[in-house]
Every structure is written in structure tokens, then in C-alpha cells.
């Protein structure tokens, strides 16, 4: 089952905060984070286990709420660079990656 | 560089033409996606690769088929192309069902 993200879209100016929330409908292993630019490549991020581990990239991080089954990624002191579509993947553990629908994130000096 | 390469990076081609897409993954990793990406669209999975069989299908067109070879590299044939084929097509690869690494992509134009 596909991962609901939310918001679909946000804008923001250069140096606010962000935060995108990928939920799923049945218990998760593992949430992995990607931000893909427009005409590139997913690329990865992070992989969040559950155990409510909270982990950090830069400015960049997130956490996994187990009780919940879902997972927020937190952007902090936006960059330019921040922009892009970021795309969350559940993992069940014993099935393929599932991908959001994504969010796409406009960052403006 | 993800370790993920595909070939070619554009093709143009006709409507009802056949082409194939190629993928190697990175060294090591047995499974390999394929996913479509419309414009502005998420991630379409199409059918996933492990090891030479395959493990799972998604949406993927009765006139789309795959294949991965010994070597593991895999390869994406699409026949009778229409103009809503065109699209990004990605390849990904993980060493079992996790994290998943993309290649650059093909960006196929139907015409």
C-alpha cells in the first residue's frame, strides 16, 4: 500500500523550516527518505528503523514514530538547494520499497 | 554517482517502434526496479528483478516486458510505443528489498 505524504506541495523562503510527514496504513521496518531534483535522479538520504531513532543529515533529519507508523523529515534554515520533490519509501520487510506520492518543496531567496 | 548506470541517457524514436532500455546496477546488489516517471508525476514501479527473477510487478503495459541476465544487468523492452509512453524511465538497485539506488535514467520521447 502506498505511503501517504503530506503537505503535496510547500514554499518557502530561504532560511524558514519545513516538515514532511509520509504515513502508512500498516506497521513499518524501515522509512527511507529521497529528494530528487527536476530531470534527476532520486537520490537517498536516510534510512529511519523503527525504534523511534531520529537521525540527522546537515539541516536535514527525521524521525519514525513507530505507534504512529509514520515518519516526518525536518528541513531546517531552508536552502536554495533544499528544492526538489522529496519522496518517502516504506519497507515492510518482506516486499519491495513502496514510494509516496512526494512533496514537492519550492525554495525562494 | 549511485554505482547505477543506464543506457541510453535519451532516446527519440516513433510511435509504434520498439526500443530497449538498459540497466547495470551497482556492484554487488542483486535486485533491479524499473519505475516510470511522467512528467511531474511520482514514481510509477514497474516490475522488480532479483537475482534473474522476477519478484514483483506492478503497473507495467502487456506491450512492456523485462528480463535481468546472468551478469545481472537487466534490460527493459518496450514494443508498439504510443505518445503517453514518453516519460523518465529509472532503474534502481539494493542488495536485497531496502534502500534503493537510482541510475541517471533514459528519457524517452515517443513522437
Known amino acids: 500500500q502506498q505511503p501517504v505524504q503530506s503537505p503535496q506541495a510547500v514554499i518557502l523562503r530561504e532560511g524558514e523550516d519545513a516538515v514532511i510527514n509520509c504515513s502508512s496504513s500498516?506497521?513499518?521496518?524501515?522509512v527511507h527518505w529521497y529528494r530528487q531534483k527536476h530531470g534527476e535522479a532520486p537520490v537517498f538520504l536516510m534510512i529511519l528503523l523503527k525504534g523511534g531513532e531520529q537521525k540527522g543529515h546537515e539541516k536535514i533529519s527525521a524521525s519514525f514514530n513507530e505507534k504512529k507508523q509514520q515518519s516526518s523529515l525536518y528541513l531546517t534554515a531552508s536552502q536554495l538547494s533544499y528544492s526538489g520533490t522529496y519522496f518517502c519509501?516504506?519497507?515492510?520487510?518482506?516486499?519491495?520499497?513502496?514510494f509516496g506520492t512526494g512533496t514537492r518543496l519550492t525554495i525562494i531567496p | 554517482d549511485s554505482g547505477v548506470t543506464q543506457t541510453p541517457k535519451h532516446l527519440i524514436t516513433a510511435t509504434g517502434q520498439r526500443v530497449t532500455l538498459r540497466c547495470s546496477p551497482r556492484s554487488g546488489d542483486l535486485s533491479v526496479y524499473w519505475y516510470q516517471q511522467s512528467l511531474d508525476q511520482g514514481l510509477q514501479f514497474l516490475i522488480q528483478y532479483y537475482n534473474g527473477e522476477e519478484r514483483a510487478k506492478g503497473n507495467i503495459l502487456e506491450r512492456f516486458s523485462a528480463q535481468q541476465f546472468p551478469d545481472l544487468h537487466s534490460e527493459l523492452n518496450l514494443s508498439s510505443l504510443e505518445l503517453g509512453d514518453s516519460a523518465l524511465y529509472f532503474c534502481?538497485?539494493?542488495?536485497?528489498?531496502?534502500?534503493?539506488?537510482f541510475g541517471p535514467g533514459t528519457r524517452l520521447l515517443v513522437l
Open positions: 500498516k506497521a513499518l521496518y524501515s
Open positions: 534502481a538497485s539494493s542488495v536485497s528489498e531496502g534502500t534503493q539506488y
Open positions: 519509501g516504506t519497507w515492510y520487510g518482506n516486499e519491495k520499497l513502496t
